[in-house]
């Protein structure tokens, strides 16, 4: 079998079904090619199986990038707001979350479907999306534009989409095709690492592993970036939102800073001393914070008389470490476990305005497969539809 389209995607993801869709509805003939046996798993999962479609406060100050400015332009013709007008205009009810997080009511299957709607509206606008599943690209070559051999035959597009994802979470079929695709055609790729991932404590904070399931609102901070959200012991070391997030600009050998103590000032325990001098270091921690890990965290601090009998600066001393508290991460639960990945194709070699290779013509990267990486929370699907349309619209 061969046939011959305008464009050819692969992965009918998030980002490739957006695109499929904007270059339907402006009359392309395309071919979405995908190697599940079904559009858009990881939109399936995501959420908790409700989907967080999008944040309403989405911007390029939210990603992770060699070059920040890059997700700007695709960001900005393609909002939040943009999405959610779709999510509605297909009467798919919503809400928010928490800090500007929005989910769908129902179930993720609301925008799979919605996005295989868009996709087939081609039809209205002289254009024609056909996805296929059980695909198995074999190779790609640049002849006459492109050519592409999956198990079933041989497809020629003029142009080529890359919108494989990532390879967070294998046993998903993710895997690092589009990274191995692009070196093909000379594109540098950003070393990939876990991101949104658990991180694995030894030494020392093997001991924090004996209170897992224990979790507390914190700050933590990882390089320059800080979230106050909630931290999670788990089995193997730290999760949580707070925690995932942080993962994100972790590097190994660095330090996570956890302030137990959000909202609490230097002076805090000091006032404590003075309100209640009989109380110990336990039961004022335990006011603060679940009982299992006051009960730790007051163990490590050794200040074991009240407070009353406890000097100024041991106390100062004890709230400081409680408000940046050094945990030392020997590792991540590596691409298993995380739910994206910070680095892939280089945004250098990209028109942040196309998606296009710059010394490529014709061929394309979007969503996670690029070197963009969102927040915990919505960012990163809105990542996947903002560059999915802005490659859409240039195919
Ligand atoms: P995506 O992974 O969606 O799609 C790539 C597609 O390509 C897949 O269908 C894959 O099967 C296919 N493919 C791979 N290799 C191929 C090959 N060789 N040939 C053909 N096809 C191939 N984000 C968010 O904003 N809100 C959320 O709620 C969540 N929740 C969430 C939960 C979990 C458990 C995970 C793992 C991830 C999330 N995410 C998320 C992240 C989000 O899922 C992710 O950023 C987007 O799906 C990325 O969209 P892409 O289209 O780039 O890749």
Known sequence: ????????????????????????????????????????????I??????????????????????????????ARYTAGDFLELVESYDIA???KTLGQLFCDGSAKQIVAMLLA??????????????????????V???????????????????????????????????????????????KIVEPRPALVPLTLGGEGVLFREISGVSAPVVARAGKASFPEAALFTHRGLSGPAILQASSYWKPGDPVLI??????????????????????MRSVLRD????????ILSEKLGVQSDLGNASDKALRIANERLKRWEF??????GFAKAEVTVGGISTNELSSKTMEAKNVPGLYAIGEAVDVTGWLGGYNFQWAWASGVAAGEAL
């Open 259 to 280: 302030d137990f103590l959000p909202g609490r000032d230097a002076d805090w325990l000091l006032e404590r001393k003075r309100e209640t001098p009989q109380a110990t």
């Open 141 to 187: 070559d640049q002849e006459d534009g492109f050519r592409v051999v999956t198990n079933s035959g041989t497809h020629h597009g003029a142009t080529i989409v890359l919108a494989t994802g990532g390879p967070s979470i294998p046993k998903m079929g993710a895997s690092g095709f589009a990274y191995d695709l692009a070196r093909k055609f000379g594109l």
């Open 46 to 75: 995501s959420g908790g199986g409700r989907c967080n479609f999008t944040n309403i406060g989405a911007g390029p100050a939210n990603y992770l990038s060699a070059n920040p400015h890059f997700a700007k332009s695709a960001l």
């Open 328 to 333: 030392r991460p020997n590792g991540t639960e």
């Open 1 to 44: 079998m061969s046939d011959s389209y305008d464009a050819i995607i692969l992965g009918a993801g998030a980002a490739g079904l957006m695109c499929a869709a904007r270059a339907g509805q402006r009359g392309r003939r395309v071919l979405v090619l995908e190697k599940a046996d079904r559009p858009g798993k990881k939109i399936l």
């Open 288 to 295: 603060e914070l679940p009982d299992r890990l006051a009960d």
């Open 118 to 139: 868009e996709c087939e509206k081609a039809s209205e606008f002289g254009g024609e999306v056909i996805v296929r599943c059980n695909e198995d690209v074999q190779t």
């Open 94 to 96: 919503w809400h928010e």
